[in-house]
């Protein structure tokens, strides 16, 4: 089976600047990978996913994130955050190859600081 | 747009009052989820529908129903609600393959 880690609950940032939202995962097997974005009192919107292929997965709203598979990681990336990007964000991940249920990292709750 | 759709966006019930919570979707997607999200947590699966297949996830409580008459609707029924059930229930739709899940805006419930 396997699980998500998101080490980090809150990450206040100013805006303009930087910011990397960390997830790191478990399995035995090749899997799927997500990030989802909520905003207060919304469901969960999808940013960016990685199924096969290129590493980096570049998503909406300017975000980007970078699968390393050596280090069992799907960090989420964003050069510059925009106060609309205050929100909650969950890493999720599935084992590959037909349906399969998704877990879901315990959220990280990001604040962009004007 | 093709979407999920989930009503009603807040619902108030009383303690031990049943309560049904409706989803639609027009993505004609196989799967069909149901969460339960508490206050600064991740969703917790209650159950799903692989098509007509009806999949409990061991630790449901009794409590909960669902219900699937079509492949665009899904119903949770919720049979006697406790303070405890209070939360944010989100109901998501796949296809068979990706896993890449799409959610509704979610229904708030308040037991009172």
């Known amino acids: 089976a396997q699980s998500v880690t998101q080490l980090d609950s809150q990450v206040p940032v100013f805006e303009e600047a930087p910011v990397e939202l960390r997830c790191n995962y478990s399995?035995?097997?090749?899997?799927?990978l997500f990030w989802y974005v909520q905003y207060p009192n919304q469901g969960l919107q999808l940013l960016l996913k990685?199924?096969?292929?290129?590493?980096l997965v570049k998503g909406i709203n300017g975000f980007e994130a970078e699968f390393n598979k050596s280090q069992t990681s799907f960090h989420l990336r964003k050069p510059s955050v925009h106060i609309s990007d205050t929100a909650e964000y969950f890493c999720?991940?599935?084992?590959?190859?037909?349906?399969?249920?998704?877990?879901f990292g315990t959220g990280t709750k990001l604040q962009v600081i004007p | 747009d093709a979407m999920v759709i989930q009503n009603p966006r807040y619902q108030v019930t009383q303690f031990g009052k049943p309560v049904t919570l409706s989803c639609s979707q027009t993505?004609?997607?196989?799967?069909m989820y149901w969460y339960q999200q508490k206050s600064s947590q991740a969703p917790k699966l209650l159950f799903h529908?692989?098509?007509?297949?009806?999949?409990n996830e061991a630790d449901t409580p009794d409590n909960f129903q669902s219900r699937r008459p079509n492949t665009s609707f899904c119903f949770l029924d919720i049979r006697s609600p406790g303070l405890g059930d209070a939360a944010m229930y989100l109901c998501?739709?796949?296809?068979?393959?990706?896993?890449?899940?799409?959610f509704g805006p979610g229904t708030r419930l308040t037991v009172l």
């Open positions: 998501a739709t796949s296809t068979r393959v990706y896993n890449e899940q799409f």
């Open positions: 399995s035995s097997v090749s899997v799927y």
């Open positions: 990685y199924l096969s292929g290129s590493t």
């Open positions: 999720a991940v599935s084992d590959s190859g037909g349906y399969q249920k998704v877990t």
């Open positions: 993505l004609n997607h196989n799967v």
């Open positions: 529908y692989y098509d007509k297949d009806f999949n």
